[in-house]
């Protein structure tokens, strides 16, 4: 369970959440809200919030527009203080063989995956420059540093935004902000709902996937608790790494 002493940096902090209408990014809020940060979490879902019982102000924007994202930025800081602590989940998953992706599926999902994190880590940083201090999470995947079958725009959409927050990270030390990305696995969420669980766990062959050493799908909290450390001062010296949660489904290759 989050503490707010076992987080220190995280109390009063206003932080944003991209992706925090469910899944790791209802996770992700709800955990920093715990650990006594003042939340903003942001979303292009219409329809109900997931509820984890932790205060989350909420903020309708797509995060593929970079003008609904200065001004959501805007808006918070308005609202709530200056941004400390930014957590990009928003993602989107579209599967299918390279030779059948189709277009606009391949542009969408970059929106989202990469756009996303490039629109909001940009106006997030700009404001935080000033100030000298900040941290930053992208939750990507690790289908980013592995091949995956049928799931080659997600991957490299994934790529694509962890090498840029580990860029962003590098550019933006000399002013005291910390860029960091975790990536989680199999993760029981909606959107692995889609996907063949018994592929994930016991692996299969036929797609050249191993399974999942510690024998089960991660739950949101698993990834949520790493993004937490990671948004703390508790890993005050730590920037640009990529933390894999993923039971050891990669073996970190």
Known sequence: MIDRQDHPGLPGTVALVTGAAGGIGAAVAASLARAGALVAGVDVRDGPWEDRGEPVTRHHTD???????????????????????????????????????????????????????????????????????????????????????????????????????????????????????????????????????HAALMGDPSSYRVGIPLGRLADPQDVAEAVIFLASDRSRHITMQDLYVDGGATLRA
């Open 63 to 197: 995060v593929t527009d970079p003008g609904q994202v200065d001004a959501v930025v805007g808006r918070i800081e308005d609202e709530l203080g200056p941004i400390g602590v930014l957590v990009n989940v928003a993602g989107v998953l579209r599967t299918g063989a390279v030779t059948e992706t189709g277009t606009d599926d391949w542009a969408h999902v970059f929106a989202v995956n990469a756009g996303g994190v490039f629109h909001t880590v940009r106006a997030v940083a700009r404001r935080m420059i000033p100030r000298s201090g900040g941290t930053i999470v992208t939750v990507a995947s690790n289908a980013a540093g592995v091949p995956r079958v049928g799931m080659a725009a997600y991957a490299a959409s994934k790529a694509a935004a962890v090498m840029f927050t580990r860029c962003a990270g590098l550019e933006l030390a000399r002013h005291g902000i910390r860029c960091n990305v975790v990536s989680p696995g199999s993760t029981d969420t909606a959107m692995q709902a889609g996907l063949d669980p």
